[in-house]
């Protein structure tokens, strides 16, 4: 390797030890908060899960509340997929996707920790996730309904609000019953669809076939999320 090359390839290594280390913080601080809350969790306790510094954390974070503004700022690009034909589908497996996450990353059920926490500060925009969430349900409504595949009993927001109801309806249900690990929400989720389709989709898009099985996720096609 010549002089140009290693000082080159050293800002490149110092740039990907550093969203290395920003993650760690992340992963660590979504484990802490889901176990005990906002007001419980600590710097200390965060720095102990991630076995890193003070100073690592600082140059990434200053306060706890800058911790958990990331976590909540991840909730919806995690749940991205690929666009799909139809956008019914992309609807249904959003939500499955999303599902998923709750019962595999903690940095999901962080977020949801955090926005039903009395314990977190007023000025923290818990309800960020919520408004996002229903802003993305509402541009792929738009589409349902630009390809007459939508009910005319229904706006693309007022549908979009719907479903976002009903899946957090569906997933507190589940993490009341079941547990942090949420281990029936797939089963919630298809009994979801199943009572909302009929009454939202028009029988154009219905005939066309839309899979909402509990397994669903097991079939889409998806890259693992990455919380940076």
Known sequence: MTDKSRK?????????????????????????????????????????????????????????????????????????????????????????????????????????????DGGVPSDLDVYGPTRQWIELATYLMTQVAEMGHLSADWTPRSAAELIQSSFVGAQLTSLQITGPLRSDLGERIENMWKALLPGMATMKALKRGLDYEADRWDRIPWEEPSAD
């Open 8 to 116: 080159e390839s050293a800002p490149r290594a110092l740039q990907r030890r550093s969203v290395e280390t920003r993650s760690r913080i992340i992963r660590a601080a979504a484990e802490i908060f889901d176990e005990k809350g906002y007001a419980a969790a600590s710097i200390s306790m965060i720095l102990d899960r991630a076995q890193l510094t003070k100073g690592a954390l600082y140059h990434h974070f200053n306060t706890k509340d800058q911790i958990a503004e990331a976590l909540l700022a991840v909730q919806v690009p995690m749940s991205r997929i690929r666009p799909q034909e139809s956008k019914w589908q992309e609807s249904i497996d959003t939500s499955f996707i999303y599902a998923r996450l709750l019962q595999t990353h903690p940095e999901a059920r962080a977020g949801v920790r955090l926005s039903i």
